[in-house]
Nanobody, 126 residues
Framework: QVQLVESGGGLVQSGGSLRLSCAAS????????MGWFRQAPGKEREFVAA??????????YYTDSVKGRFTISRDNAENTVYLQMNSLKPEDTAVYYC?????????????????WGQGTQVTVSS
């Protein structure tokens, strides 16, 4: 069993930055693919970023709308995954969820993840 707790959300102006953290307990995160998803009001949950392992090493994937602005990383010693968000836009406003699973990091389907955090609100004002 893995317990995930997100933090770092808040209110920021357009163009600003936030760093989300996802602290895990129960299992070592390095064994899992870790993903960030978000859900805006009235919309479905969508994939944001993921980090995992392949035969060639660590891989990171991003949805097109955040490429070049967001960076996913993990600190295995701290058992924590981060999402650095720069150049934030009002359309990034959503509840952000951390997730852990065994599927490939290239899988953007939320069904590939077994464990979820409670979410943290990110609000970007224009």
């Amino acid at each position: 069993q893995v317990q995930l707790v997100e933090s770092g959300g808040g209110l920021v102006q357009s163009g600003g930055s936030l760093r989300l953290s996802c602290a895990a307990s129960g299992r070592t995160l390095s064994h899992y693919t870790m993903g960030w998803f978000r859900q805006a009001p009235g919309k479905e949950r969508e994939f944001v970023a993921a980090i995992g392992w392949s035969w060639s090493g660590e891989m990171k994937y991003y949805t097109d709308s955040v490429k070049g602005r967001f960076t996913i990383s993990r600190d295995n010693a701290e058992n924590t995954v981060y999402l650095q968000m720069n150049s934030l836009k009002p359309e990034d406003t959503a509840v952000y969820y951390c997730a852990a699973g065994r599927s490939s990091a290239s899988n953007s389907n939320s069904g590939g993840y077994d464990y979820w955090g409670q979410g943290t609100q990110v609000t970007v004002s224009s």
